[in-house]
């Protein structure tokens, strides 16, 4: 360990140039110092290690048998070295790292998603890590230092100063039902119409939930009676198939279904109204930095925003 602790970098440097070359005076050079000091230097090495390096001879120098042993030690950790480098820098300008980010459903298939893909095609050596979750769920994870970001909207009990917060777009909400079922072929229904339908949607408090229901007491109507809890996008699929099903979803979610290959299973109601939900956020922590990994998708995922 002595030894270990007293070679220099620029130490094993010279004894692979001696060993490469068969020369002091040349592997002086190529570690651009003078022939004396790379003498001492050698000097010092065996005598530290007890033993010669080298077999000196007119021609120039060969390594020992020792000399061979600690020259191969030397390359890999030189090696090693020029790689940690490499990572070091890569790290620095975000071309490698691991990011974390969370976000609600419809941010997450139409925003980060995307961003996330253009990131890939020009750094694939970022680890990207991404959990989709209710708002409550999202801030909780970022303020407790899990999310680099987040998109989301703030709930309540947290105080908005201690983030950084960038407006996100809108939710659209669409009415997702099977292809045959009776309102798919219709224009401008209303919403009445969808009570005699079974729905599956999204738990109580629900951003979706919450702007549905709205949009029944503004109408002046009752809320759907046949209601399944459920937020799995799972469920709801296996649940439109050959059934009269409404499941409520973000348009974004709509759209990657279409655009996914599922376009003959799903369709959409159109509404007379549309529905909206409000807006997310892009949030971060205000007293803490993004790695350059997260600062290149955060970027990414605010301009396309």
């Given at each position: ?18 060993a490469e070359t068969g020369q002091l005076q040349r592997a ?278």
């Amino acid at each position: 360990m002595d030894i270990a602790h007293r070679l220099k970098p620029s130490h094993m440097q010279l004894l692979l140039h001696i060993a490469e070359t068969g020369q002091l005076q040349r592997a002086a050079q190529l570690c651009a110092m003078s022939q004396p000091a790379a003498s001492r230097i050698l000097s010092d090495i065996e005598r530290q290690i007890g033993s010669p390096l080298f077999d000196r001879h007119p021609k120039g120098s060969t390594p020992t048998e020792l000399g061979s042993v600690v020259i191969r030690h030397a390359k890999v950790v030189l090696q090693e070295l020029d790689e940690l480098e490499t990572d070091v820098a890569r790290h620095t300008t975000g071309e490698m790292g691991q990011v974390r980010v969370g976000a609600v459903t419809g941010p997450a298939v139409g925003s980060l998603i995307p961003a996330i893909r253009r990131i890939r095609s020009r750094t694939p050596d970022i680890e990207m890590t991404v959990e989709v979750g209710p708002s409550n769920e999202l801030v909780r994870g970022l303020a407790e230092g899990r999310f680099d970001f987040v998109i989301a909207r703030l709930p309540p009990g947290y105080d908005s100063r201690d983030f950084r917060m960038y407006p996100a777009r809108s939710e659209e909400v669409a009415l997702v039902v099977r292809p045959g079922h009776p309102l798919a072929t219709r224009r401008g229904v209303r919403l009445s119409e969808t009570l005699n339908f079974e729905w599956v949607i999204q738990a109580i408090g629900s951003p979706i939930r919450q702007a549905v229901e709205a949009a029944f007491h503004a109408r002046g109507i009752d809320t759907p009676a046949q209601v399944t809890n459920s937020s799995s996008l799972l469920v709801m699929l296996a649940m439109l198939d050959g059934t009269d099903v409404i499941a409520p979803q973000s348009r974004e979610v709509f759209d990657m279904l279409v655009s996914g290959g599922r376009g003959a299973h799903v369709a959409m109601i159109d509404l007379d109204v549309p529905l909206s939900v409000s807006p997310c956020f892009i949030i971060r922590n205000r007293y803490s930095r993004l790695s350059a990994a997260a600062e290149r998708l955060f970027q990414e995922v605010l301009a396309a925003l």
